[in-house]
Nanobody
Framework: QVQLVESGGGLVQPGGSLRLSCAASDGIFTIYHMGWYRQAPGKQRDLVATITSAHSTIYADSVKGRFTISRDNNKRTVYLQMNSLQPEDTAVYYC???????????????WGQGTQVTVSS
C-alpha cells in the first residue's frame, strides 16, 4: 500500500498563499491520476483538484483561478499552489490517487494525516 505524506499547511491571512506538498512512498505514483481533497470541520471531504499522469488538470469551481495542482514524478510528489486564500478555504487538505468513473473520482489509497490550512486575520 502506497503511503502519502502531506505537508505545507499553516496559518495565513486572507489573500495570502500557501504551497502544499504530498509525497508518495512508491514510484507507482507516476501512473495514477492524483487529487487534492479538503475537509472543513463538520463537512464532508471534497475533491478540489485533480491531475492526470499526463499533467491534465481539473478544478472545483470554488478554487478555479486561485489554486494550481502540479506534479513532479521524479520526486513522487504532487503540489497544490493556493493563492488568494479566503477563510472558507480553511480545512484539512489531503491528497490521494483517484480513479475517474461516471463523472466522479474515487480515492484509491489509504489516507495520509493531511495538513491543516487555516485562513484567518
Amino acid at each position: 500500500q502506497v503511503q502519502l505524506v502531506e505537508s505545507g499547511g499553516g496559518l495565513v491571512q486572507p489573500g495570502g498563499s500557501l504551497r502544499l506538498s504530498c509525497a508518495a512512498s512508491d514510484g507507482i505514483f507516476t501512473i495514477y491520476h492524483m487529487g487534492w481533497y479538503r475537509q472543513a470541520p463538520g463537512k464532508q471531504r471534497d475533491l478540489v483538484a485533480t491531475i492526470t499522469s499526463a499533467h491534465s488538470t481539473i478544478y472545483a469551481d470554488s478554487v478555479k483561478g486561485r489554486f494550481t495542482i502540479s506534479r513532479d514524478n521524479n520526486k513522487r510528489t504532487v503540489y497544490l499552489q493556493m493563492n488568494s486564500l479566503q477563510p472558507e478555504d480553511t480545512a484539512v487538505y489531503y491528497c490521494n490517487a483517484v480513479r475517474p468513473g461516471g463523472g466522479n473520482y474515487y480515492p484509491l489509497w489509504d489516507w495520509g494525516q493531511g495538513t491543516q490550512v487555516t485562513v484567518s486575520s
